[in-house]
């Protein structure tokens, strides 16, 4: 089975609120070793976590390896005070401030750094990216930051202009990616920015009545044609669920993101092959 380049461990794809009941005063470690035993049921031998403002993936970490999962995790993401993240990590008020987060990440023993460039999918409104996104010198400042620390950057973005500027400055992975356009992907494909488009927290809404049937249809209608497009492009592509969020559960996520990606671009070694390669980009980056 392919690795998991997406998921959040503190979170458990039912209620997020009820999720962070059971870990804000400690973690919660029976939680956590349930759920690597789901993954390892299912032959997932690496998860790249996203992080969390709970400590969870810090101590998930200390345990992997007796599941047999590398584990690899940025311990908390980094938001711009009053911009969308605090529910995964800490925020900052100028770049002095984010400088600091990205050392403590380092010191505490952070495998790399997970940063917030834009808001959410609004799954009501077709197209519409909530929140205001970072300007594009706050984004190539936050890379290079990363980068001359010694760390990957991964990036939480959506939304055409916004994930072009944090591929062309150099962000490792772009996670979620929704709407983006040719242009963005020509940026992709030359940069070799790994795609993890997490395109299940929209399929598994069909049906759930959260939101609307039609709009979240339409959101993942436009995913999957983004997908073909980026495949035929050379875009490095790699699975991973968001597992943890909402109808996202840990162990299966990743299986749902893989029959996805056969369902949108036919199964076989051809697509195996090259999910594959996008996976190892991550897991040398990472």
Known sequence: MFGECHAHLFMNGVNYQEAVRLHESQVCRETVRAYFQEYQKRGVSYIRDGGDRFGVSAWARSVAEEYGITYRTPLFAIHRDHRYGSIVGKGFANMKEYHALVKEVRREGGHFIKVMFSGIMDFDRPGVVTGTPLEPEEIREMIRIAHEEGLALMAHVNGKETVKYAAAYGAD?????????????????????????????????????????????????????????????????????????????????????????????????????????????IREKF
């Open 173 to 281: 992975s772009v996670e979620h990616g929704a709407y983006i356009d040719r242009e963005c992907m020509e940026v992709m494909a030359e940069m070799q920015t790994v795609w993890v488009p997490t395109v299940v927290t929209v399929k598994n809404l069909m049906g759930s009545g959260r939101f609307s049937e039609t709009a979240v249809r339409e959101i993942y209608e436009r995913d999957a044609a983004n997908i073909r497009m980026a495949y035929q492009m050379g875009v490095p592509l790699a699975l991973g669920s968001d597992a943890g969020a909402y109808r996202v559960r840990h162990g299966e996520g990743i299986v749902e993101e893989y029959r996805a990606f056969q369902e949108i671009l036919g199964a076989g070694e051809a697509l195996d092959g090259y999910l594959a390669k996008g996976e190892a980009r």
